[in-house]
């Protein structure tokens, strides 16, 4: 045993700070998929087509799993405060999710009129399709590390550290 009072735990010993974020991210996924297909479900009641009905699932889960992400996966970066830079990460996790998004819905409604399939299964497989690049480019772009600007960085034409979870 040790003389200092913190034993790693497994999820420590076994898990990279980055598969940990991986995890976290696949978590509030899940939440986000309940939250799709929720909102599916719900537009479907008010008479919407299957198209309307998976694009507005889509978009609600994206800006709730942004909330989950910006609070918890990615709460331990440094993040500039504010109004403005909040809605800077929130346009930059639309747009990087744009990708994950435009595989969701084609997924979906390749199932309903292609494959004459259920919303819900396309919905479902296209998430799964969409989760890798979706995290990997929030990683390192919308939810990357802030470094705080000063007078002796700011003119400086040093490289930036890219792998900050590595």
């Known amino acids: 045993m040790t003389s200092d009072n913190h034993t790693p735990s497994l999820m420590d010993r076994l898990l990279t700070p980055t598969r940990r974020r991986f995890v976290k991210f696949g978590m509030v996924g899940s939440s986000g998929v309940v939250v799709n297909l929720a909102f599916v479900w719900l537009a479907l009641q008010f008479a919407t087509s299957q198209e309307l009905a998976s694009a507005i699932g889509i978009l609600v889960s994206v800006f709730t799993n942004f909330l989950l992400n ?87 034409n040093e490289p930036k550290d890219t792998h900050a979870d590595d």
């Open 70 to 156: 910006d609070a918890w996966t990615w709460g331990d970066r440094t993040k500039r405060s504010g109004v403005g830079s909040f809605f800077l990460r929130v346009s930059q996790y639309y747009l990087a999710s744009g990708l994950a998004i435009a595989i969701q819905y084609g997924t979906a409604m390749t199932f309903v009129h292609a494959w004459d399939q259920n919303v819900y299964v396309g919905q479902l497989i296209g998430i799964g399709m969409g989760m890798v690049v979706n995290f990997i480019v929030n990683n390192f772009w919308t939810f990357r590390e802030d470094r705080p600007q000063n007078e002796s960085t700011m003119h400086t």
